[in-house]
């Protein structure tokens, strides 16, 4: 048996007896009939009983399928977002690509560009030099043709101006060297020559 404190005891007690009292009160108001358990005509009892039809006519106006359609929705919404991102950063990733590419195609096509003016300027130099070279050339020879030309020249007068002086002096001699028996003698001797 369980032992209980003498507190315990006293409050168990009256409430026992309250409940006994109130027992018999009810039957005397209600003419003697039986009202049944108090949970269910009490206060709490009306509360469930409100709550049970409040949320019967909640599903027989179909608030469930209301609220469910639009979460339905808002799930739906969300989904679109979703995918518009996704689209959008898809297309964001096409164009970095696409921008990424081109700026290796400039980057290309600009030292394809620098390479190509490089061998421009070097044939270019390449050229100056050879013209140069020949121009050189050409200006030596003609320098020199001219020089050979003077030389010639010179040469031309030296001998013609001592073929003049020779002939002056060889006049001169034959002038007074030579008589006329002298010049058949040397007729003589070149017609035995022949």
């Known amino acids: 048996m369980v032992e209980h404190s003498p507190e315990v005891a006293a409050t168990e007690v009256p409430a026992t007896e309250h ?3 109130t027992a018999a009160h009810t039957e005397q108001h209600d003419g003697g009939h ?7 005509f009490g206060p709490g009892g009306w509360v469930g009983v409100s709550m049970l039809a409040f949320l019967l006519i ?4 179909g608030v469930p399928k209301l609220i469910s359609g639009g979460l339905d929705n808002k799930i739906a919404a969300i989904k679109q977002q979703l995918d518009e991102a996704k689209s959008l950063r898809a ?3 096409a164009l970095r690509d696409e921008y990424a590419t081109k700026m290796k195609d400039a980057e290309k096509h600009a030292e394809a560009m620098m390479e190509n003016a490089q061998r421009e300027a070097d044939a270019i130099v390449e050229k100056a030099e050879a013209d140069s070279k020949a121009m050189v050339e050409r200006r030596k020879r003609m320098a020199e043709d001219k020089i050979a030309a ?7 007068e030296v001998r013609a101006s001592a073929v003049a002086a020779a002939t002056t002096a060889a006049g001169k001699l034959i002038a ?3 008589s ?3 010049d058949r003698k040397l007729a003589d001797e ?4 022949i």
């Open 176 to 178: 007074t060297n030579h």
């Open 190 to 193: 070149v017609i035995a020559g």
């Open 58 to 61: 909640l599903l027989w106006k």
């Open 150 to 156: 003077a030389e010639r020249d010179a040469v031309d």
């Open 34 to 40: 039986a009202a049944g358990p108090e949970f269910i």
């Open 91 to 93: 297309e964001a990733e």
């Open 180 to 182: 006329a028996d002298a």
């Open 19 to 21: 409940a006994v009292e």
